[in-house]
């Protein structure tokens, strides 16, 4: 079990800037939250690193990005209407409302009483909006409920205009809204969320082989984000949705349980039938090869990016007790052993002491090099150096680079290392390549 707490976390994403609730000046709104600065930063490394993996680095992925707002049909098509549901029900003495699913047995979280509930009434996670100016006017829409049948229902455009072939996917990263009956636990569960998704178009008899090896490839992608493995399992389904052939959810050890972070599912031919069906359009393939026709079955691989983050923090933080290099005090550092690539910061440049002027001039001269670079440098003056350090490590900063007066005769500089804490002399000029 992980040790951290998710107070701590919550914590040090409040504290940090990396998340804050939602229009937190009128109250906040429940289960919707805001990325601050290094929120942004940390958000925008993970969905990049996972279209890295999953479109830039393959011959065989192409991506998409499909509107928020989709026809009403779609989600009668997809079951969403009828069935993307889940049965809530309420205590009858304190009336706070759980997923019966959720409660082992018909005992009350809050108030404790047992089976005092009433019967459970199916909700409908779809959220509902209006497109149009004038009150009689106004159509009923959805806000997508998953963010894959954007990908369904441009198959046939992708089909037409890209020379994909099968078998071949469509990533996609994008919103995706939910009325859950209970969100929580920070932004583990929340109502508006970011979603990675890729559909995998194959051969029906090729959907098993190809659901083994997006499960392999999906947790070698896990591997390379420096995840702790110890932490990561793939838990089978006992109960499969109406559509899903096989599915698999790959689970992380949060300290409250084991917890779905992914979903690979194989979907059969249950999409694009249904979407062929309601629009009457005829979404099969065409084999040029074997010169068969056939509905495509689907393996897909869907991860939220809020949930994501969460985990990828549990996983990174460690706190250790030091004392302070300059009160000589006993002090809690936090640091966020985050994968290099994720890191919101590379690198901070810390000139020893702020009122020195050739001490800064060097410092921001390298700050600038680097910064034209691309990456994300940080330059801090304020305070005492073990305080700048300890302030990069908890964001995860990688590196720390301080120039010193010796700086200023032997051009080298001292870079430390966030996890390992050694300190190295690199001549300046380096220092990018360093970096590189
Ligand atoms: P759960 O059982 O936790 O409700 P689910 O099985 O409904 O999840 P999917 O529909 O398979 O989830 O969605 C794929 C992924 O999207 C999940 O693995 C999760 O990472 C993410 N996700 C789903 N619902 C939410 C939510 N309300 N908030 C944040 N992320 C979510």
């Not at 969320?193 to 995998?200: A, G, L, V």
């Not at 984000?225 to 932490?231: A, I, K």
């Amino acid at each position: 079990m992980t040790a951290t707490s998710l107070d701590k976390i919550v914590g040090l994403a409040k504290r940090r800037g990396f998340v804050f609730p939602s229009s937190e000046i009128y109250g906040g709104l429940a289960s919707t939250w805001d990325y601050g600065p290094y929120g942004v930063l940390l958000k925008n490394n993970l969905k990049n690193f996972w279209w890295q993996a999953m479109v830039q680095q393959r011959d065989d992925i192409v991506g998409l990005d499909a509107a928020i707002l989709m026809h009403p049909r779609t989600w009668e098509a997809s079951g969403h209407v009828d069935s993307f549901s889940d049965p809530l029900i309420e205590c009858r003495n304190c009336h706070n409302r759980f997923r019966s699913d959720d409660l082992p047995e018909l005992v009350c979280p809050i108030c404790g009483q047992r089976d005092n509930f009433t019967e459970p009434k199916n909700f409908n996670l779809l959220m509902k909006t209006f497109l149009g100016t004038t009150e009689d006017a106004k159509s009923a829409v959805y806000l997508r409920g998953e963010t894959c049948q954007g990908i369904y229902v441009n198959f046939k455009n992708i089909i037409q205009t890209s020379r994909v072939k099968i078998p071949f996917g469509i990533a996609q990263i994008g919103k995706a809204f939910r009325n859950e009956i209970t969100p929580g636990n920070f932004i583990f569960r929340m109502r508006e969320f970011e979603q990675m998704e890729m559909q995998f178009f194959c051969r029906p008899d090729e959907a098993a082989k190809f659901f083994e090896l997006w499960k392999e490839e999906r947790w070698n992608w896990y591997k390379k984000l420096g995840f702790n493995l110890s932490n990561l399992r793939f838990k089978p389904h006992e109960k499969l949705a109406h559509y899903a052939k096989a599915a698999v959810d790959i689970e992380y050890q949060t300290s409250f349980g084991w917890k779905e972070t992914e979903g690979i599912h194989n979907r059969g031919d249950w999409d694009l039938s249904r979407h062929g069906k309601f629009s009457g359009k005829d979404l099969n393939y065409f084999d040029e090869q074997s010169k068969e026709k056939f509905t495509p079955f689907v393996v897909e691989t869907s991860v939220g990016v809020d949930r994501l983050m969460l985990m990828m923090l549990f996983d990174a933080y460690e706190e250790e007790v030091t004392i302070d290099e300059d009160s000589g005090q006993e002090e809690v550092r936090v640091i966020l052993h985050l994968a290099k690539e994720i890191a919101p910061v590379k690198m901070a440049i810390l000139p020893l002491l702020k009122n020195k002027p050739e001490l800064v001039e060097v410092s921001k001269k390298l700050y600038n090099e680097l910064k034209a670079t691309g990456r994300m440098i940080e330059y801090d003056e304020s305070g005492a150096i073990g305080r700048r350090y300890r302030r990069q490590d908890e964001i995860g900063t990688p590196y720390c680079v301080t120039i010193d007066f010796q700086s200023l005769d032997d051009h080298m500089v001292t870079i430390r290392d966030r996890d390992s804490m050694k300190q190295e002399r690199v001549p300046i000029e380096e220092v990018n390549n360093f970096l590189s």
